[in-house]
Each structure stands twice: as structure tokens, then as C-alpha cells.
């Protein structure tokens, strides 16, 4: 059950002829009042046909009539407007319940506490199966305003009670980080011309799909308009940017003039002082060897830096922080991913955008290399390695895994709820982005001696999933990976141990297909054979002495030893 507070009006005859009219697609069936402040003796223009929509106004307004006559300042904000909406799912609730709810709801609110004879004037009114209006006026009988600071967290919170004891679809729990709903206009406004997001829901992703390219909020705003996004910027008289509006092109008002909405109208996290803790934060300095080790492609970097998460959710703070480079890390993907992993990764990272804000306040320097990965990848990412993907991709999936737990242990239900959703998308791609991979290393299995050592060295490594392991569809591919990096110097047994410890496989659904992924990332590179390596630092040293010292019998070639002999040698 969703109630909507909306912004306070002035006009009370005005709504009451919205409630009780056809309707602006006739969708409005016979309105009548099903609770309110006094019962009797109180005018139903949808029941009483000698009693009138002006005769109800005048009887709603008194109390604002009355204070404005005796105080100077004019009350004209009195008019409360709360729908109230049952889910279509939901079963059908009589006059008699939606009277109830009503009451529960103007109780929680503060508009008509219980108990209270001197309270607010108000009204339900039913005009269809599945909802109601609240209309009030906000002004008591004794003339002083109603206390309604944090009323739609209250009412929100009625709602959630309310569903329990009314047998009714059970949302989770708010905590004011959402995003403000579409209004009635913006979304009439959206389906009239056509777009299918209204305004602020079109901009919201666009400043999200911004942020990995942007190190500050002076550049986000300049990408922004360089895509052609209209900014208005805000400027202190230093020139200190103070804040920031942005509008969709082609959203104009009656006159023709460009509609701004505020970064906080938006999303609560696109404020410009979050979005500069975000971009602006401090980056260590790289150590230099670091530098030189650092993987070949973006997309290894990224999946380097997942790594270390699930020791970095420790402090809330820094997890706060690391769960907002997630989604940027998600977004930069999206950005950079073939078109057939793209709808499934878009989808990911807006489900996710709901995750990435919590009331806990983020440490945001904490989240710099991921930050970093998902800027790498925007911005350096040419074209994508299949395997590497596949590893990135899965994980993410993990990652989102471990933020949805995080969530979970701290009662954030919304957050929860959307990373589960994320990671229902991330495991679509990631079945697909190891797809390819998976046939190609199927059509070339291993001989079947070696895929019996290969068994053994998997119930060995890791005896609490080995049988999970062993009957994946994927075991045939991964016997390949583990065959493949026995070749270029690994060991089987050591690389399963390492790839299982990386990351807990309890959730996994495919654990072959996951440990493909990971042996991939870590045992790309070839192992050095260590008389090969000490045969080249002797031709490296021979090389730089005089020549006339250098004669002498050199170092005969070491042949690589192949999987197989390998394999009969530990046998």
C-alpha cells in the first residue's frame, strides 16, 4: 500500500472537483466520502444530490476561514492531499476498511491524532476499487497549525502495519533515501509526448552514466553538456560553483522556456556537496611497482580491484563508500560492454542505483580504486577481451552478493531488495559473457588420463564442493583451464585452492563456471621455468661484461615441460 503525500495546496473547491469529477480519462466511478472528521451532518456531493462541492468546501475551510480573520497573515498553503493506493494485487477492501485505513493513516500523520476533539477537518474519498484521497485542511479547531514535520515517514511506517493486518502485499520498510515519485503532471506529461521516463527519472540516469567519466563536479557538469544536457549553474562571487540544476531538452513550460530540476529534485545522491565527496576525494599516491604489475586491460584492473570488497564492508563507513563505487564500476561496464551484454548490465545498474544510498555517511576515499577501475574503463577500454569480461562480470555478480548481505545486516530493506534485482541481471550477463568461452574450451577436452588426475586434484582442493564441481555443466571446460595453466607452469591443485579461497562458492550457481572465471584472471601468465630464468640473467650478465670475457660455452636451451609430462611425472 502506497500513500503519496502531496505538496500542500490552497484551493480546496479545486481538488474536491478533481475527486468527485469523471476523472481525466473518465476513470473516476462513483465518488463518495467513506470516513472523515465528523460524520454527521456533513455534505456528500456523491450521495446527497441537493448538497454541492462549494456547500463541502465551505465546510472543510472554517477553521481557515476563522484564523484568517483574526490574525493578519493569511494561511494559504491548508490544503493536504494524500492518496492512498492498494497494490493490483491486492484483494478488495469495502467503504467500511478504507474508512479505517483512512483513519489510521490522517492518525499517523498528525492531522487527527486520537483522542484529539480539536483536530484537523478531513475527509476520504473513494472513487475507485483500488484507492482513496485524503483531503484536509490544516488548520485545527483551535486555530493552531497541525505538527506535521516527518508525517510521510509516519505515514509510511502506518502503511507498512496496516498491510500485516489487512492481509495485503507487504512493501519493504522506507528510509528516506528513495527517489521523490513521478507527479501526476510530469508522468501525463511524459506519456503525451511520447517518452517513456518522465524528466527527472531521464536525467537521474544520464548524470548517473556521467559520473565515471568525471573526476570532479566541474567536469560532470561539462560532460553533461557537452551532451547536450542543459546545466544551470549556480556561483558563488568567487565563481565557486554553489550548486546545479539540469533540464531535458525539449521539457519546456507554457512560455517555452527550459524546465530545471535540482540535483536534490532528482536523486538524493546527485547533490552537488555528494557528488563532489564522490569525485573530489583524495587518491593515494601509486606505488611505482604497482604501476609496472598492474593487469593489461581494464577490465582485469576492475576485477583486481573487487578483490579485497568483502574485507573493506568491515567499517560502515568505507562500505558505504565501496557500495557507491560499485555501481559506478556496474555503469562504467554497462558503458563499455558489447551490445549483447548491454540491456541486461543497463538494467543491473539501475536496479542497483537504489543500493548505492543508505542514511550511513560514506568515507568516500576509501572507494578510490574502484572509482579508478570504472574511470579506466570509460575511458581506456577499446574493445573487450571475452574471458576478461566474463571475470568482471561474475565478480560483480559476487560483489553485488556481498552488498546486498551488508544491506541486510543493517536493516536497509529497499537497498536489499534492489541489489537482489541487480544481481538477478548480473548473472544473465555473466551466463552469457562466459557463453562463447564455455563451448570453445568444451570442444577441446583434456585426454582422459588427465581429466582423472584433474578429478582427483579438485576432490583434494576442495572437498566441501567437489561434487557440485564435478557435475556443473562447465566441469568438461574447466578441466580444459586447469589442463591449459598445467601447461604454462601452474599447478591444478594450487590454482583451485587459490581460485576457492578468493571468494566463498556457497552462492554460486554454476561453482565450475565461477572458478573458469577466476583461474582465468590469476593464471593467465605463464609460470617462469627457473632454469630458463637462470639461464637468462647469465646471457644478461654475459652480455654486459667486455667481449673478450664473454667467450665460453653458453647455456644450453631448457625445453618447456608439457601438461602431459607433468601430469605422468605426478602420477
Request: net charge neutral.
Amino acid at each position: 500500500m502506497i500513500a503519496a503525500i502531496k505538496q500542500a495546496g490552497s484551493n480546496t473547491r479545486g481538488l474536491l472537483a478533481y475527486l468527485y469529477g469523471p476523472g481525466r480519462q473518465d476513470e473516476h466511478l462513483d465518488p463518495h466520502i467513506v470516513a472523515g472528521f465528523a460524520m454527521l451532518g456533513m455534505p456528500d456531493p456523491g450521495r446527497d444530490e441537493n448538497a454541492t462541492l462549494t456547500e463541502l468546501a465551505r465546510h472543510l475551510d472554517e477553521p481557515v476561514r476563522l484564523r484568517n480573520s483574526e490574525f493578519g497573515k493569511k494561511v494559504t498553503d491548508h490544503v493536504w492531499h494524500c492518496p492512498v493506493r492498494a497494490a493490483p494485487e491486492d484483494r478488495y477492501l469495502s467503504d467500511a476498511e478504507w474508512g479505517e485505513i483512512a483513519q489510521r493513516i490522517v492518525e499517523a500523520a498528525g492531522i487527527a491524532p486520537a483522542g484529539d476533539d480539536l483536530a484537523c477537518r478531513w475527509i476520504a474519498v473513494r472513487h475507485a476499487d483500488d484507492h482513496i484521497h485524503i483531503l484536509a485542511t490544516t488548520v485545527r479547531e483551535d486555530g493552531r497549525r497541525p505538527k506535521l514535520h516527518d508525517s510521510g515517514l509516519r505515514v509510511g511506517d502506518a502503511c507498512r502495519e496496516i498491510e500485516k493486518d489487512y492481509g495485503l502485499r507487504q512493501l519493504k520498510k522506507g528510509d528516506r533515501t528513495g527517489t521523490r515519485r513521478p507527479t501526476q503532471a510530469e508522468m501525463h506529461k511524459a506519456k503525451r509526448l511520447g517518452w517513456e521516463q518522465t524528466s527527472p527519472e531521464w536525467l537521474e540516469d544520464r548524470i548517473r552514466a556521467a559520473i565515471p567519466h568525471a573526476k570532479s563536479a566541474e567536469e560532470l557538469l561539462a560532460y553533461l553538456e557537452a551532451d547536450g544536457i542543459p546545466i544551470k549553474a549556480r556561483r558563488g562571487p568567487s565563481g565557486d560553483l554553489l550548486g546545479y540544476a539540469a533540464g531535458r531538452p525539449g521539457d519546456l513550460n507554457s512560455q517555452g522556456e527550459q524546465i530545471f530540476h535540482s540535483g536534490k529534485r532528482i536523486a538524493p545522491d546527485l547533490t552537488l556537496p555528494k557528488l563532489q565527496a564522490r569525485l573530489e576525494n583524495v587518491v593515494p599516491e601509486e606505488h611505482p611497482t604497482a604501476r609496472r604489475s598492474r593487469p593489461s586491460t581494464p577490465w582485469q584492473q576492475a576485477t583486481d580491484a573487487l578483490d579485497t570488497l568483502h574485507t573493506d564492508l568491515t567499517d560502515d563507513a568505507h562500505a558505504q563508500a565501496h557500495i557507491a563505487g560499485l555501481g559506478e564500476l556496474i555503469e562504467a561496464t554497462a558503458q563499455k560492454a558489447p551490445d549483447n551484454l548491454h540491456p541486461q548490465l543497463q538494467a543491473a545498474s539501475r536496479a542497483f542505483a537504489r543500493a548505492q544510498r543508505s542514511q550511513v555517511r560514506a568515507e568516500d576515499r576509501a572507494a578510490h580504486a574502484l572509482r579508478s577501475a570504472a574511470r579506466d574503463i570509460v575511458h581506456t577500454a577499446t574493445g573487450s577481451d571475452g574471458s576478461a569480461l566474463a571475470a568482471l562480470i561474475a565478480a560483480l555478480v559476487w560483489a553485488a552478493i556481498v552488498a546486498g548481505r551488508w544491506h541486510e545486516a543493517q536493516n536497509h530493506a529497499q537497498q536489499t531488495d534492489a541489489a537482489r534485482q541487480a544481481v538477478q541481471h548480473l548473472q544473465t550477463a555473466a551466463d552469457r559473457a562466459l557463453a562463447p568461452t564455455l563451448a570453445e574450451l568444451a570442444a577441446r577436452p583434456p585426454r582422459e588420463e588427465v581429466r582423472r588426475v584433474l578429478v582427483s586434484d579438485v576432490r583434494a582442493a576442495v572437498p566441501d564442493h567437489a561434487e557440485r564441481i564435478l557435475t556443473d555443466p562447465a566441469w568438461p571446460a574447466l578441466a580444459t583451464v586447469l589442463a591449459d595453466a598445467e601447461a604454462r607452469g601452474h599447478q591444478p591443485h594450487q590454482l583451485l585452492k587459490e581460485a576457492a579461497a578468493q571468494r566463498e562458492l556457497d552462492t554460486a550457481r554454476q561453482p565450475a563456471s565461477v572458478l573458469i572465471t577466476r583461474i582465468q584472471h590469476t593464471g593467465r601468465d605463464a609460470v617462469p621455468n627457473r632454469r630458463a630464468e637462470a639461464a637468462r640473467r647469465r646471457s644478461t650478465i654475459a652480455s654486459s661484461t667486455p667481449v673478450q670475457q664473454s667467450r665460453g660455452p653458453q647455456p644450453s636451451p631448457v625445453a618447456a615441460t608439457t601438461a602431459e609430462q607433468q601430469h605422468q611425472q605426478r602420477r
